[in-house]
């Protein structure tokens, strides 16, 4: 009783300090900018491994903006290992599960018969240049991170700085890795720690979304098939699956149906593209066996081994971790490098490799320098029960979404590998052939509408896909494995992927009637948001016009909504503009309306700032006074807790 008085008295006490006594929590990243709110989060990549006794977890974000320096807080406990991993992991969870729609086997009344084996990719899987952290990290306690935020003019709200206190009393410390971002796109090298304690949940973002929503790709591990347990996991419907005959830039509406089933949840589920055992170990032949998918651990060794990542014999490598598809022999416990850092060595004991009878050592599922996030995947699980699921969807704007929980749902294996039951029947007026416009790409921030189709001569134009989750025509034949980089890894996709992705610019839209956003060409009669148009300089521009009534961030801005980008007339707030010339990304404007001005017109250089935000939808930071409480208080509420 007296406990229970004392505990109330402490967090009344925090409470006054705004730190609320929230209940316990898996979080995985706090992202702290420097200036604040000067770059918004705008996807995140995630794989989580729950296997056998202890858990990992993998995760990298793309940025937008200006901001000159970003500090990822990760929670990990004592004895953990903070590593990076090569780019060719992501890649090749991506190229292992990436989806690939057939059209209908019957051939269509109108418009163009698809080419042999034809199909179209969904997701990409190409290299980019990622932004490797400082090496320079530091393990912080909770008091120590609030003082240090505060020291570095860091914002921390008072959601982020209860949740932070509360994953301290759960037993973790706190690695701040920061990484120096460059004017506009970056994407940040993966981030690993391993081991942690066993992970019930899916860690995700401890940070707010901005104004966009952060389309988010989740890769579990486990002895079966992973699934959301709080959200809806949704599964696409093939009788629902429509191919457009017209033209050569034949797509699916996969995108528009992906779209509306999480609009329909206002983006609280999860779309779950697949789930198997085989794709890890082997390729899966389709398309009338001219192409295959790739096995996931023989295409991660080969691009490891070239980005020199990966001992050359990658091939024997992968031979080798091919083998163990139906191995029921148990992988001893595999340690991470601890690169970075190595949390509190001298509180936990050292992470040893120490293998029992009858047990695979890891380093059969290893292959030199880097190359090991197959065997911390696998470490201490049974080959042959091992699962790979992907689920995608989004974090909606303004929302936090800290984690998301797991259970093992028992049932088949969910294909990557999609037919269309029929085709869409708009063939133009006079039946003639037209080219198809794009479909919506999830990767981009804001849904992304797809394109609009030109019409055969003389009929109406069928338009492009709508939707947030965008593909490409695909064909027979083999190309670069490695295709040329792009301006963001979800811009291209090897040699049968032409998706338009986050910060390309590129394309025009007259007549967009979709309701999810566009993120490329200019959109004069969308209702939805608008985020880029027509470059006129040698950088990425984000500038445009719009005629919408939605949010506008690029362009000018003829509406109330808020404008990121351009001239503004209304009353939302401006924030960035055109640029009509200089190599770098520009976004500033100038403003006429009633809203808030951020920055002023650029005519070149490499000055890209981000919008920052509704008024009134960001918590505000915490005061020095309410800091020092807080950091007075801690011990107190550590000791109440337990």
Known sequence: MRSRVARKVVCAALAGAALLCASAVHAQTAVLLSPPDASEIRELRV?????????????SLKLYGGADDVFVVVPAPAGAKVDVSTDAWFEAL???????????T???????KPAPNSYETIGVDSHVETLAPDPAVAVRTFAEVVVWAKGEGLVLTMDQTSRLADLEVQGNRFVTVRFQPQAGESVTRTVRVSPTSQLTAVPLLLTSAGSTRVPTTVWAFAAGRAWPANRPGLIVDTAKLQWSPSGNSAHSNYGVLWDSMLAAAQGHAWIVDSASHEGLFRSTPFAGGTDAIPAIGATYFERAAGYGDASSDYQGCAARFAALEWSHSRVAKACGRGDLTTVDPQTAPACKEEMAPGETAPDELRCGKIADDLAIALSAATPADTWLTRWTGYIPAWVTRDSEAVELKPGAAISNVLTCSTYDKDCGADGGAGSGGQSGNPNQPDGGAGGPGQGGAGGAP????????????????????????????????????????????SGDSSSSSGSSDSCSGNSSDSGGDSCSSSSDSGGDSCSGSSDSGGDSCSGSSDSGGDSCSGDSSGSGDSCSGSSSSGGGDSCSGSSSGGGQSCSGSSGGGSDCSVAKGRSGRRLPPLSGVTLGLVALLLPLRRRFKR
């Open 47 to 59: 794989a989580h491994s729950s296997t056998g006794d202890h858990a990992s977890l993998w995760f």
């Open 94 to 104: 991506s190229a292992g599960t990436n989806l690939r729609i057939l059209p209908p």
């Open 106 to 112: 019957s051939a269509p009344t109108c418009g163009t």
């Open 462 to 505: 069928p338009g492009g896909g709508s939707g947030a989750y965008g593909g490409s025509t695909g064909g027979p034949g083999t190309g670069n494995p490695y295709p040329p980089e792009e301006d963001c890894y979800d811009c291209g996709g090897g040699s049968n992927s032409t998706v338009y992705a986050s910060g390309s610019c």
